[in-house]
């Protein structure tokens, strides 16, 4: 029999209540966080589309892992368990665990010494870029041109433009390019997978010009997942087979964990460079703690381990990439203007096209997700001039917690954004009214003008 509705692969054991609030609660929540979602109470918020990072609902056999965890402080067949799993499926030689994606973003720019480096990428994330010029490099973004068209609907939005990274090493001299970088899926760039070919094409240039390409591997899985649907001559292989082939064109990569390793804390920076991964290890002695354990606990890289398995699994990354799918087929039937196609962990609302009355410096990305708030108590992600200086988007992401809400959680929420689409035009822009000198999007404070 040929179902149409793709299911939720699991049955829930456990649950966690969510609080029910008045819109009048919520206009006085907002005005007290500065109208910054961010700055909200999680409890105070019905459905939480934040982010997917560390948001995700653990299964049976991870909660078991968490009582094998071993915790001795070096040597815990927790780190071996942990090391082998991501051997098995990157292939790279040296894996350091540390606590978060963006830790080993840190050890990895901090090695390449005091002179100013140029690092491309698809498109950085906004910590990546932020720990790239932290170490004063320069971090650019090379996405290909499809990427720019909201509305365009091109299979792999997510790759690399490979000519203008050839430019870009001409240009810059391959000697000041420490290592090039590719995101997948290409999280500001609305979440697009990148294509293997496209990987190979850039992998090919790396190799011409003798630089490294490191993965930022966050959500590896629906990237293979989508290669497999999408991508011509894959159908037949496992996803997991297809993430071995990635890792094999780079190396080395950082991840975080809690993505697709299924877990609330947690990364990795994974490399085959000895003598960067004894710098890298030093550093990681310093800051996050000894080399197998990494800033985690035994348990935690026990669930790690478990998740990474977890996460190959593909009724699990059909249901997944199906429920983003599903909830943007609803919103565009209904004429919300999102970013197409969907990607694989969040619905991205194009803010621009949503709120034309709005202009750009008066943030309509931040004007619509304070307003889908206020309507049901939803919480999504400004990616557009808030956390960004010239973005090429205003959009507003909503990401999906793994594993935590079901299909009529996401009917509750298309609902709701249909409400504010069709009163959008009450809707007015935001003034800045605090800001700190980096990643300014956490703590910004507004007012509605
Ligand atoms: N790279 C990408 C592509 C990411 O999406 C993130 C985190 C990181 C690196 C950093 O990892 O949070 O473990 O330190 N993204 C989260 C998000 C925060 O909401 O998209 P981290």
């Given at each position: 029999m040929n179902t149409k509705t793709i299911i939720e692969p699991f049955r829930i054991k456990m649950t966690e209540p969510i609080k029910m609030t008045t819109r009048k609660e919520r206009e006085a929540f907002l005005s007290e966080a500065g109208y910054?979602?961010?700055?909200?109470?999680?409890?105070?918020?019905?459905?939480?589309l934040l982010t997917d990072s560390g948001t995700g609902a653990m299964s049976a056999a991870q909660w078991a892992g968490i009582m094998l965890g071993d915790e001795s402080y070096a040597g815990s067949p927790s780190f071996y368990h942990f090391k082998e799993t991501v051997q098995d499926l990157t292939g790279f030689k040296n894996i350091i665990p540390t606590h978060q994606g963006r830790a080993a973003e840190k050890i990895l720019f901090s090695i390449f010494g005091e002179k100013k480096?140029?690092?491309?990428?698809?498109?950085?994330?906004?910590?990546?870029?932020?720990n790239i010029e932290f170490a004063k490099h320069e971090a650019t973004d090379l996405p290909c041109k499809e990427a720019k068209d909201t509305s365009l609907e091109a299979p792999f939005k997510g790759n690399m433009?490979?000519?203008?990274?050839?430019?870009?090493?001409?240009?810059?001299?391959?000697?000041n390019i420490p290592l090039v970088m590719l995101t997948i899926t290409n999280?500001?760039?609305?979440?697009?997978?990148?294509s293997l070919e496209n990987i190979k094409q850039v992998s090919a240039i790396c190799k011409k010009n003798n630089i490294p390409l490191?993965?930022?591997?966050?959500?590896?899985?629906?990237?293979?997942y989508f290669i497999k649907l999408k991508e011509k001559g894959q159908q037949e292989r496992s996803v997991k087979e297809i993430s071995q082939e990635i890792f094999s064109l780079a190396d080395g990569a950082t991840m975080s964990g809690k993505k697709d390793g299924l877990v609330n804390m947690g990364g990795f920076l994974a490399l085959n460079?000895?003598?960067?991964?004894?710098?890298?290890r030093n550093l990681l002695i310093l800051t996050e703690g000894f080399p197998t354990y990494g800033g985690l606990s035994g348990r935690d890289l026990e669930a790690y381990a478990i998740g990474l398995k977890e996460v190959v699994n593909e009724d699990y990354l059909k249901y997944r990439i199906r429920s983003?799918?599903?909830?943007?087929?609803?919103l565009t039937a209904a004429g919300v203007p999102i970013m197409l196609p969907t990607g694989g962990h969040a619905v991205y609302l194009d803010a621009l096209k949503f709120l034309p009355h709005i202009k750009r410096h008066e943030f309509p990305g931040q004007a619509l997700s304070c307003q889908i708030y206020i309507q049901g108590g939803i919480r999504g992600c400004e990616i557009g001039s808030v956390m960004f200086n010239n973005p090429i988007n205003e959009l507003v992401r909503l990401a999906l917690p793994r594993r935590v809400y079901t299909q009529s959680h996401m009917d509750y929420v298309v609902e709701v954004i249909i409400e504010v689409f069709k009163n959008k035009n009450k809707i007015s822009g935001?003034?800045?009214t605090y800001q700190a000198p980096t990643l300014r999007h956490f703590t910004a404070q507004f007012k509605p003008l």
């Open positions: 910054n979602p961010f700055l909200l109470k999680s409890e105070n918020v019905l459905i939480d480096k140029f690092i491309p990428s698809n498109a950085h994330f906004d910590t990546t870029r932020a433009d490979v000519s203008a990274l050839e430019n870009f090493i001409k240009e810059k001299g391959r000697e999280n500001t760039g609305g979440g697009q997978p990148v490191f993965l930022d591997a966050c959500r590896f899985a629906e990237n293979a460079n000895d003598s960067w991964a004894e710098q890298a983003v799918q599903y909830t943007g087929e609803k935001y003034k800045m």
